[in-house]
């Protein structure tokens, strides 16, 4: 007589019946297709991967559609406007912000439609430093360092400008300087963009100082200083 479970046993050996349950001791075959425990095989899981998966694509399209989105680029043609042009004016009567240029004098160097003689800011020790570093930078290359038009790259074959110590820009107003170097003049180009109205300004006063330094005599020097010039100047 056989053992229950034994060789002869229907279903096998005890550890093969064993076998052939899942955890919860549902055969598989009754299970269906239901997991382990009775919930769906893998389905959590693949439920999450399935959202990521989505949420991915959603991102990537989103992204896509900010590089792709519709929009003019500069002085692109257009045919929604009348007048073909997609960049438009400013609407009249209207000013942008930052641009409130109400001080005619400050920002034109001009006031009535004549130059102005001073700079219409204060001379200061720190504007004339300003005004130097700005000069060294954006005019020593054709007017040179102290303004006699032999700049690096006029010896270099560009055309000469003027030496700033003539007496005919001696004698112009300070609005003049602050004109040509917002609009050009001659082979000069405009200024406007590399160099700010109050840097302008600056070099506008350092310019004055440049023309005074060449013609300066001892009685320009200050008494604090003039006596030790005229000590090292004595035999």
């Avoid at 919930?39 to 991102?59: I, N």
């Avoid at 004016?89 to 160097?109: K, S």
């Avoid at 001009?110 to 020790?125: F, H, M, Y």
């Avoid at 200050?222 to 010039?229: D, F, K």
Wanted: glycine share 12%; net charge positive.
């Amino acid at each position: 007589m056989r053992r229950p479970g034994g060789a002869g046993h229907p279903g096998g050996s005890r550890s093969s019946v064993h076998a052939r349950l899942d955890r919860c001791g549902v055969p598989p075959q009754a299970a269906g297709a239901r997991g382990t425990c009775g919930g769906r095989r893998g389905g959590a899981p693949r439920r999450l991967a399935a959202a990521l998966t989505a949420v991915l694509l959603l991102a990537g399209a989103c992204r896509q559609q900010m590089d792709d989105q519709p929009r003019y680029e500069p002085l692109e043609a257009s045919r929604f406007f009348p007048d073909g042009q997609s960049s438009r004016p400013r609407v009249e009567g209207t000013v942008a912000r930052g641009e409130l240029h109400a001080d005619a004098a400050l920002y034109t160097g001009k006031t009535g439609g004549r130059l102005v003689e001073k700079p219409p800011v204060p001379i200061t020790a720190d504007l004339l430093a300003r005004g130097r570093e700005r000069y060294d930078i954006y005019c020593s290359p054709c007017h040179d360092r102290v303004g006699t038009g032999k700049g690096v790259i006029v010896r270099r074959g560009y055309r000469q400008p003027p030496s700033l110590h003539i007496e005919r820009l001696r004698q112009v107003p300070a609005g003049h300087f602050f004109d040509v170097m917002t609009n050009g003049f001659g082979a000069m180009p405009a200024y406007a963009h590399q160099v700010r109205v109050h840097d302008r300004w600056a070099i506008a006063a350092y310019i004055r100082a440049l023309q005074r330094s060449q013609r300066a005599t001892l009685a320009d020097v200050p008494p604090a200083e003039r006596q030790a010039l005229e000590t090292e100047g004595a035999p």
